[in-house]
């Protein structure tokens, strides 16, 4: 069957100042070959625009694991955790298949098949393989990509070249042994389980090998690593160095995600995970060296939808069991969707150039504009479109007189959940005003009238003049707005204290 | 002589092909051991490969009924340490 392959297609490459590399801007994809951009334009995992409008799903196909972190428990099974390595149900590869059609047929937005555990799916090669072997066949206009830990990568290389995989994710947490064996405990290599320094130096081994035969053939490479304050913390500059220098494109520094009922070594010992500051510090520490992805949501094994929610619940199997599908007729409108989300994602990007310029203009004006820090609300789409009081998450953006660029996300507890949860109210709005903290103004379609004034109070400046507005013009708009009113004179401390007082 | 699977196994199937004697099946609620077929890998492996690839403490038991691995040697965990913070959730 011929493949249709996005990097192949004909569409005319957005060129010039179209492109939101011009001026400065988020897309840490911009300085990319164009090759490699048309690979990714519409994968919400490797590109940041992306997301706003692709969704992605995770099918459970591989339990099995042949290393053990220290952030990982494998008894872990839960319908009300988010991150990796948690799934509800396993599946195997006919009904995983059959699940990847349903969703493709229900949710347009879907471009990408990923395996991703819960164990490592290279240590489940059978089950991986088979597959994406039938949805190569069977829904060819989906990407398959994978995630590994890369010690079975070297041996595995020349099979997922056959497979239409061009996206691989290797995690390398470390390139140092001494690093390593703070992190994996153990290791099964050549049928015995080698533990410590040793176990660390071949895994690192094998990734590096791995990561070097993959980028060799062609297939793009992204590399996650996990922060761990006062153990990797520092090094991860260097992995970011020596992955970069090896031809991976893309580097993902996520927080640890650590608590004691998680069972975890981390969680049990009582490692705490990174601040919003330190996270990005090293971020942007290591965008110097590379390409950063800030947009991570640290997914379950089994996550279905759009990057900030999950709709694995409509797509249980005992649903997908009862759904019928056409999938030649929702191939079509996935294909007109996507188009059409593409065409959307084309004019924002153009329209940012526009609002970078009236940014630049500030410069002439005000020479020291401090930056800003600004909170979004959005369900997708790449625009403001969310009540303040039903977000799961805020998007934060840093505005500063060259770019508006994405730093990352902040979930929080949903502030309205209706009915008679609002007894919590209180509580709940506190705890987002914390999570909010450091910026100083909150975007959204609407807000209620208590969180405004609380808001107000705790130095952030609710906004809901830009509704439907494409986020990044938004907040352009509005720090030149900060900056015309002489907000940005003041340092933001200062600023803060006088809203309060 | 043979080795044991028990119910705290969790079905992560990472033993099953690697059993030279194929004697690991998929069960429920949890896998199990046929000790007609278990050799200990007595002539294939240094060492048994179910025990040396399971993560989970205390769900493969050797041939004198003793855990495999013990609390605290995959995880690196101290079973001390563990009941502590245990007891400490439980307490909230």
Known sequence: MELKVIGQSTEQPAGGCSSSGCGGSSDQLSHLPESIRQKVQDHPCYSEDAHHHFARMHVAVAPA???QCHYCNRKYDCANESRPGVVSELLTPDQAVKKVMAV???????????????????????????TFRQLTEKAPDIKLCVS??????????????????????ITINCVDPEIGAKIYPWIFWNDRRIKGRKGARILIEQQQKGLEMLTAKGILV?????????????????????????????????????E?????????????????????????KCAGDMNMMRHCRQCRADAVGMLGEDRGDEFTMDKVETMEVDYEAAMAKRAEYQAAALATLKAQRSNNG?????????????????????????SGGGVINQHFGHAGEFLIY????????????????????????????ETTLQKIIRTLEGCEAVLCSKIGYEPWEQLEEAGIQPNGEHAMEPIEEAVAAVYAEMAENGQLDQPKTSAQLQVSA | MAYEI???????????????????????????????????????????????????????????????????????????????????????
């Open chain 2, 6 to 92: 028990i119910e705290t196994c969790v079905n992560c199937w990472a033993c099953e092909p690697l059993c030279p004697s194929n004697a690991i099946l998929e069960a429920r609620p949890h896998f199990l051991i046929d000790a007609r077929k278990c050799t200990e890998c007595e002539g294939d492996h240094a060492d048994p490969q179910c025990a040396s690839i399971c993560p989970i403490e205390g769900a493969i038991l050797n041939p004198f009924g003793e855990a495999a691995n013990p609390p605290g040697s995959l995880t690196g965990i101290p079973p001390e340490k563990m009941a502590e913070v245990m007891a400490e959730i439980q307490a909230r």
């Open chain 1, 354 to 378: 526009e609002s970078f310029v009236a940014l630049s203009s500030l410069k002439v004006k005000k020479r020291e504009n401090r930056p800003v820090l600004m909170a979004v609300a959005t």
């Open chain 1, 65 to 67: 694991c042949n290393i």
């Open chain 1, 222 to 258: 992204k590399v996650n690593s996990v922060m761990i304050p006062g153990v990797n913390d520092e090094h991860l500059e260097e992995v970011s160095r020596v992955v970069k220098a090896k031809g991976a494109f893309l580097h993902n520094v996520m927080p640890l995600i650590a």
């Open chain 1, 398 to 425: 840093e505005a500063s007189m060259t770019d508006v660029r994405f730093i990352g996300h902040r979930k929080v507890d949903l502030y309205c959940s209706g009915g008679d949860t609002c007894g919590d109210a």
């Open chain 1, 260 to 284: 004691a009922e998680h069972g975890t070594f981390y969680g049990v010992m009582g490692q705490r995970g990174p601040t919003h500051d330190e996270l990005q510090d090293l971020q942007d």
């Open chain 1, 104 to 130: 493709a047929a229900n949710i347009p937005q879907m471009t990408v098949l990923g395996i991703a555990g819960p164990g490592d799916p290279l240590a489940n090669p059978e089950r991986t393989f088979e």
């Open chain 1, 148 to 169: 590994t830990n890369g010690l079975s990568l070297p041996e595995q290389v020349e099979e997922l070249s056959k497979h239409n995989i061009d996206h691989v994710t």
